[in-house]
């Protein structure tokens, strides 16, 4: 068995290759997603006028702002994309969990996540003079957009039951973010100037406990949230 093979059993696994398959052909969510997260970088690279005295204090609630308000973008269009053509019923219909289907998404948009912060990164460091290689910034963002796609994920679903998706998504999905939102701006700040690892690790804690109990609540949620 070839890992294709592996990979098309596994529910949460075809779910998040069937997403992945299907932004490579339209190449929709990531390229707007990019362009967007970069131009909320630039625009505020401008209007901040960042210099060595404070860019310490912008860098990182500017970095995740871009993050987030990219993230509502291009969670809009994750269940979007399963009501064209009624294929949100057809999945249903499969023989496997809702918390199958749940995982799967939070997969596919943790990794569409991750790519776009990889290219994002660099060019932002670059704007503002800050290290391109900083490695303490790894597991803050790890953590931090697993549970991005947890919450985003299911508000994804509840909004795409509601006319104004594009409106209630943020009224949904901004609130509840704020803890880890608040914790990976402070563990970002050590991270990207160079300060200790012990002002890094502090807040990690508090970013997990996050994501262990929203991937639980939402999993569980998600199952009620799909079948309404």
Not at 11 to 19: T, V, Y
Not at 123 to 146: G, K, W
Not at 151 to 168: C, D, H, N, Q, W
Not at 185 to 212: C, H, N, Q, R
């Given at each position: 068995?070839?890992?294709?093979?592996?990979?098309?059993?596994?529910?949460?696994?075809?779910?998040?290759?069937?997403?992945?398959?299907?932004?490579?052909?339209?190449?929709?969510?990531?390229?707007?997603?990019?362009?967007?997260?970069?131009?909320?970088?630039?625009?505020?690279?401008?209007?901040?006028?960042?210099?060595?005295?404070?860019?310490?204090?912008?860098?990182?609630?500017?970095?995740?702002?871009?993050?987030?308000?990219?993230?509502?973008?291009?969670?809009?269009?994750?269940?979007?994309?399963?009501?064209?053509?009624?294929?949100?019923?057809?999945?249903?219909?499969?023989?496997?969990?809702?918390?199958?289907?749940?995982?799967?998404?939070?997969?596919?948009?943790?990794?569409?996540?991750?790519i776009?912060?990889?290219?994002?990164?660099?060019?932002?460091?670059?704007?503002?003079?800050?290290?391109?290689?900083?490695?303490?910034?790894?597991?803050?963002?790890?953590?931090?957009?697993?549970?991005?796609?947890?919450?985003?994920?299911?508000?994804?679903?509840?909004?795409?039951?509601?006319?104004a998706?594009?409106?209630?998504?943020?009224?949904?999905?901004?609130?509840?973010?704020?803890?880890?939102?608040?914790?990976?701006?402070?563990?970002s700040?050590?991270?990207?100037?160079?300060?200790?690892?012990?002002?890094?690790?502090?807040?990690?804690?508090?970013?997990?406990?996050?994501?262990?109990?929203?991937?639980?609540?939402?999993?569980?949620?998600?199952?009620y949230?799909?079948?309404?």
């Amino acid at each position: 068995m070839n890992l294709i093979q592996w990979i098309k059993l596994n529910p949460c696994l075809a779910i998040f290759w069937k997403d992945v398959m299907y932004e490579i052909r339209s190449r929709d969510t990531l390229v707007s997603v990019l362009v967007f997260s970069l131009l909320v970088i630039v625009v505020f690279n401008f209007g901040v006028s960042p210099n060595p005295k404070n860019i310490g204090m912008f860098a990182p609630g500017i970095l995740w702002i871009a993050f987030i308000f990219g993230g509502v973008l291009g969670f809009t269009r994750t269940f979007a994309i399963e009501k064209e053509n009624n294929a949100l019923n057809g999945l249903l219909l499969t023989p496997v969990g809702r918390d199958a289907i749940y995982f799967g998404k939070v997969l596919s948009t943790f990794t569409f996540m991750l790519i776009i912060e990889i290219i994002t990164f660099p060019i932002f460091a670059v704007l503002y003079n800050l290290p391109i290689s900083a490695l303490e910034f790894i597991p803050v963002a790890l953590l931090s957009t697993l549970g991005i796609s947890a919450v985003g994920t299911l508000f994804s679903a509840m909004a795409m039951k509601t006319k104004a998706r594009e409106v209630m998504l943020p009224l949904l999905f901004l609130p509840v973010i704020v803890p880890v939102l608040v914790a990976s701006i402070e563990a970002s700040k050590p991270a990207m100037i160079g300060g200790p690892w012990s002002e890094v690790t502090m807040w990690l804690p508090i970013i997990a406990a996050f994501d262990i109990i929203f991937l639980i609540v939402c999993s569980i949620a998600f199952s009620y949230v799909i079948q309404d």
